[in-house]
């Protein structure tokens, strides 16, 4: 069975400082993967997605970065991190199904503090 | 931005009433699901009804899409207060060859069911 692996859990972080959130899938190959961002009472924000190796595309510009280094491992950097960046970040994959219908299985989440 | 929004923002109801939760969105759509988060958690999808369908059901779900009014609900029957999370909808756009990779979601209904 698939399952999705995202860490770490929680992360407090000063400004300024780097920013790494990993996740892998394991399961599956070629997933499509996810990068999303939950503001504290607000919806889920698209900040990056990938149908492969190497491939990002990128949905809001900001200080943030993905990276996809293996078919199952995708990974959220910063190199400083802005207040603004506080969150809840969540990993999701999948793989379009029948009729295009693309369903997401998401991590359950890194919730990052910068102060 | 948003494509889905769902309505009410919150929703307190007792135990054994039925709960409906509205979406709203703005483009054309290839699907549309339901997903839920339980607090700090990651969101479980729930159901996915197509453009060309009206109603689907899965067990106490029953989802509506009307692509004229782009709209869709969410009804929960016979409620439980393990039922209580936020619920949110999700668009996957109308691409060429029906394929989508992204997939927006609204800011979600928080439903309390009370015991």
């Known amino acids: 069975s698939q399952t999705i692996h995202q860490w770490p859990a929680t992360l407090v972080q000063p400004v300024g400082s780097p920013l790494s959130l990993e996740c892998t899938v394991e399961g599956t190959s070629n997933p499509n993967l996810y990068w999303y961002r939950q503001a504290a009472g607000r919806g889920l924000q698209l900040l990056f997605y990938s149908v492969g190796i190497g491939q990002i595309s990128s949905e809001v510009p900001q200080n943030l970065s993905a990276s996809r280094p293996q078919d199952r491992q995708f990974i959220l950097s910063s190199k400083k991190l802005l207040l603004s960046d506080s969150g809840f970040y969540l990993c999701a994959w999948s793989v379009l199904g029948v009729f295009g219908a693309n369903v997401l299985t998401f991590g359950a989440g890194s919730r990052l503090t910068v102060l | 931005s948003q494509q889905g929004e769902e309505d009410p923002q919150a929703l307190s109801i007792q135990e054994g009433e039925n709960a409906t939760m509205n979406c709203s969105y703005k483009t054309s759509i290839n699907n549309l699901q339901w997903y839920r988060q339980n607090s700090g958690r990651g969101l479980v999808h729930l159901i996915l009804i197509r453009s060309n369908e009206r109603e689907k059901h899965s067990g106490r779900l029953r989802v509506t899409l009307d692509t004229s009014k782009k709209s869709s609900s969410l009804l929960i029957t016979a409620s439980r207060a393990a039922d209580t999370a936020s619920y949110f909808c999700?668009?996957?756009?109308?691409?060429?060859?029906?394929?989508?990779?992204?997939?927006?979601f609204g800011k979600g209904t928080l439903l309390t069911v009370n015991p």
């Open positions: 999700a668009t996957g756009p109308r691409q060429s060859g029906g394929s989508n990779y992204k997939l927006t």
